[in-house]
């Protein structure tokens, strides 16, 4: 790993993802999740205060640094977090084995979604949902060209960051069933368009 992904990147990422706007759709996303929950791309722990009803939380993520900026947060919490350092590409977690998942914001970055999104459905019991915020591909095919023509040139320092993924194409793909799902522009950030919404493993 280069000396701006261990050191400068990390701390970047907690910044930039600490933005109050994003506070508000984060407590709307995980407020909801129950029992134990797995959360892929658990960052710096931003969404850690806004949990209201959970038993433990399974915070996976292959960033140590990341993690190590989560630990004052980790701290506060009411709720037993056990960190998993590993890729959602393979969860090291049995079948059927969370009551939730959440992901926020973390769909963008993970090298293959569509088998981190399998991964997903594994361990998620029957009837659990996922609970997600994630930017992507936005419908406005002039955006979306813009999407694709600047994701190679930012991801070197995003930390492989995609703005051109259709998020609910990849979770309806990997089997699961999207019950409710918003989106938006973002009227500040015209490349990150917003999908937001749950989805279920059918039983
Ligand atoms: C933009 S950050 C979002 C962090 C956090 N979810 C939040 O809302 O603040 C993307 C996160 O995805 C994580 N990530 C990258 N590759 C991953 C992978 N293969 N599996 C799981 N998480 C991954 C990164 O380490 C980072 O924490």
């Known amino acids: 790993m280069n000396f701006y992904n261990k050191y400068i990147l990390p701390k970047l990422v907690n910044y930039d993802m600490s933005d109050k706007n ?4 984060r407590s709307a ?15 710096s722990g931003l969404n850690i205060p806004f949990y209201k009803n959970i038993s433990k939380l399974y915070g996976l993520d292959p960033s140590s640094e990341l993690y190590k900026i989560a630990n004052e947060r980790i701290k506060e ?8 350092k590993a890729s ?27 088998l ?23 419908p406005k095919k002039a ?13 070197p ?5 995609h703005m051109d993924r259709k998020i609910d194409e990849l979770i309806t793909n990997a089997g699961f069933e999207i019950i409710s799902m918003k989106n938006s522009g973002e009227k500040y950030k015209p490349l990150y368009y917003l999908y937001k919404g749950v989805a279920v493993k059918n039983i």
């Not at 994003?22 to 759709?25: L, P």
């Not at 981190?116 to 998620?124: F, G, N, S």
């Open 77 to 84: 919490a009411n709720f037993p977090i056990e960190h998993i």
């Open 29 to 43: 996303v995980v407020e909801n999740a129950s029992g134990v929950v797995l959360e892929v791309g658990f960052g």
């Open 157 to 161: 320092f995003t930390g492989g960051c």
């Open 88 to 114: 959602a590409e393979n969860i090291p977690l049995p079948n059927d084995s969370v009551d939730t998942i959440t992901s926020t914001w973390s769909m963008c970055t993970i090298p293959d979604p569509k």
């Open 116 to 138: 981190a999104l399998k991964e997903m459905l594994r361990v998620l019991k029957p009837g659990g949902k996922f609970m997600f915020i994630e930017h992507g591909a936005s």
């Open 22 to 25: 994003f506070g508000k759709e």
């Open 143 to 155: 955006i979306e060209n813009l999407q694709k023509i600047f994701t190679p040139i930012t991801k």
